[in-house]
């Protein structure tokens, strides 16, 4: 069984450009998760979707950021325009719909504005 | 509010010795509790779960956790380290309710020395 997959592994951009993460679910995983970590502090959620609709997204930091999942498959997690301060370590989980723990996680993207 | 607290940046440990990673956290209701293990340049891996049962948690490369209600602990474990336990260390906390999100802490960064 493939994993979860998220890709770019590592994104370096400018201060006021937009870049767009994504994030392969293993299939059939209902859930899908966004998190994110800023250098040495705790993991913080970002989203969460059922299927295609967004259960929770108080964890988003602010409207520069929107996430999507057509379809119910892959999501994407879009930063426009960026900030030094959204620098950081982005990671996605999903887990089936009935098992409510059991998370995969990917291997994140590090993300770094400059 | 539900938390979790690292309490320590970073531990070091000689190869051999035993390993305790600290994890004290503060939830309304029964807790569900995790330790996830980092290692460079990979995801987020489950090692262990609490829900409910034996206090004592077996997971995955020899970890263990013990679980205290009464000090609201949860804290990691292993008998006797390997350099390649090296990595960083997250423990978490579920937070009810339909989204299924974890609460996680800073990180502790385990460093063992051969």
């Known amino acids: 069984e493939a994993g979860v997959t998220q890709f770019p592994s590592h994104s370096v951009i400018e201060k006021g450009q937009t870049v767009t993460l994504r994030c392969d679910p293993i299939?059939?995983?209902?859930?899908l998760y966004w998190y994110r970590r800023v250098m040495g502090k705790e993991i913080k959620f970002l989203l969460h979707f059922v299927k295609e609709s967004k259960q929770d997204e108080s964890g988003m930091p602010n409207n520069r950021f929107l996430a999507e999942r057509t379809g119910g498959t892959y999501s994407t997690l879009k930063v426009q325009p960026a900030e030094l301060e959204d620098s950081g370590v982005y990671f996605c989980?999903?887990?089936?719909?009935?098992?409510?723990?059991?998370?995969?996680f990917g291997s994140g993207t590090r993300l770094t504005v400059v | 509010a539900q938390s979790v607290a690292q309490p320590e940046d970073q531990v070091n440990v000689a190869e051999g010795n035993p390993l305790t990673v600290k994890c004290t956290y503060s939830?309304?209701?029964?807790?569900?509790l995790f330790w996830y293990v980092q290692y460079p340049n990979r995801g987020l891996q489950f090692l262990l779960k609490?829900?409910?049962?034996?206090?004592l948690v077996k997971g995955s490369y020899g970890f263990e956790a013990e679980f205290n209600k009464s000090q609201t602990s949860f804290h990691l474990k292993k008998p006797s380290a390997l350099v390649s336990d090296s990595a960083l260390y997250f423990c978490?906390?579920?937070?009810?309710?339909?989204?299924?999100?974890?609460?996680f802490g800073t990180g502790t960064l385990l460093a063992v020395q051969p």
């Open positions: 939830v309304s209701g029964n807790p569900y």
């Open positions: 609490y829900i409910t049962g034996d206090n």
């Open positions: 299939s059939g995983h209902d859930n």
């Open positions: 978490a906390v579920r937070k009810g309710g339909a989204t299924n999100k974890l609460i």
């Open positions: 989980a999903s887990s089936p719909q009935t098992l409510g723990w059991g998370y995969t």
